[in-house]
């Protein structure tokens, strides 16, 4: 499982954050080309170890895609969740759980989050993706579920003023794992 550059490729999804929408939404990325959880005979199960995750947000409301305006006020919290299997949904179409357990560090579905402030939002926010929980190039979140979501929940005080895309791109490898190794993932990684 150690980080090899040889057997590293990257993954992406995105989503368009509705403006002036408060409220989740979401982004499905299909894996099952890439997982096997089931061991056959002598071949072993396989999963993706995701070590780096990185996140952008852009402005999409011309033709190009441009950073957020310095009048942007939009506040995001985003995470990157294993097997949720939830699909593509609008902004404010999805309803998040009593208590925001979809961004906690207790989620066992949570592969990487973070939080973005608009650089309006606040006096001396950081325009830029923050991350708070991520994976890491020596103990890598290794997914073993067929799909992996980007959710997102735009505040409903602080919401975008232009359509904005944010986007993950995933620094991942697929890698064999043992029996034992695959049974303990696959009953973490349970909705």
Same mark, same amino acid.
């Given at each position: 499982m150690a980080y090899d550059l040889k057997n590293v490729f990257y993954l992406d999804t995105s989503a368009t954050i509705t403006k002036a929408t408060g409220g989740s939404g979401s982004a499905q990325l299909d894996l099952s080309a890439y997982i096997d959880p089931i061991a056959r005979g002598r071949t072993k199960g396989?999963? $993706?170890a995701v070590y780096k995750t990185y996140f952008s947000l852009t402005n999409i409301?011309?033709?190009?895609e441009v950073a957020p305006e310095d009048s942007e006020s939009g506040?995001?919290?985003?995470?990157l969740q294993a097997g949720l299997g939830i699909g593509d949904n609008a902004t404010g179409t999805v309803t998040v759980p009593a208590g925001n357990t979809f961004f906690g560090a207790d989620n066992q579905?949570?592969?990487t989050a973070g939080d973005y402030y608009g650089p309006a939002s606040y006096p001396?926010?950081?325009?830029?993706?923050?991350?708070? $929980?991520?994976?890491s190039k020596d103990v890598p979140y290794v997914i073993v579920r067929d799909n992996v979501c980007l959710v997102y929940n735009v505040s409903t005080s602080k919401q975008f003023e232009s359509n904005t895309k944010i986007a993950v791109r995933m620094?991942?490898?697929?890698i064999t794992l043992d029996q034992a190794t695959l049974n303990q993932l696959?009953?973490?990684q349970t909705v």
């Open positions: 396989t999963g $993706l409301e011309d033709s190009d506040i995001v919290s985003y995470s579905l949570l592969v001396g926010a950081t325009a830029k993706p923050t991350d708070y $929980l991520m994976p620094e991942c490898a697929q696959l009953r973490t």
